[in-house]
């Protein structure tokens, strides 16, 4: 009866001891560096690979500063912008495109994409936003 009377004891204190434990409450935190630098932007996916030059329309420029995607993106939160998903690898792009690090080629303004041909709008963040235009 005494092994009985011990073992009940030990477990209503243990009981007790989960019962009045503190709750603790995970805290996350994701450093996800600095943005890649690319000459035309990057993609506003991972792996944040560097856009080809034609992939962003203007409105993705200030002062011929890309305004970011994904996790860097900087623009206002209603912010909508024309893409040519032609040249994204999720559709079949397989062409050049720039190193992290490479300087724009001059003759190639990101204000004024020669010939651009925005098919997707996207919001900055990853996501389509709808608008398509041809």
């Not at 409450?25 to 034609?54: F, M, N, R, T």
């Not at 040519?84 to 062409?95: A, S, T």
Request: glycine share 14%.
């Amino acid at each position: 009866m005494k092994i009985f009377t011990s073992l009940a004891l030990a477990a209503v204190a243990g009981i007790c001891f989960t019962v009045t434990a503190p709750k603790m409450e995970a805290q996350v935190s994701v450093d996800i560096g600095v943005a890649p630098e690319c000459p035309y932007g990057y993609y506003d996916a991972a792996p944040y690979s560097c856009a080809p030059y034609g992939y962003y329309g203007s409105e993705w420029f200030t002062g011929g500063v890309f305004i970011g995607a994904g996790p860097w993106f900087h623009g206002p939160d209603n912010f909508r912008g024309h893409v040519n998903n032609r040249f994204h690898p999720d559709h079949g792009y397989k062409g050049p495109t720039p190193q992290r690090g490479e300087k724009a080629e001059p003759s190639k303004r990101v204000d004024k994409v020669s010939h651009f041909k925005g098919n997707e709008v996207r919001d900055g963040r990853g996501h389509e936003a709808g608008g398509k235009r041809g």
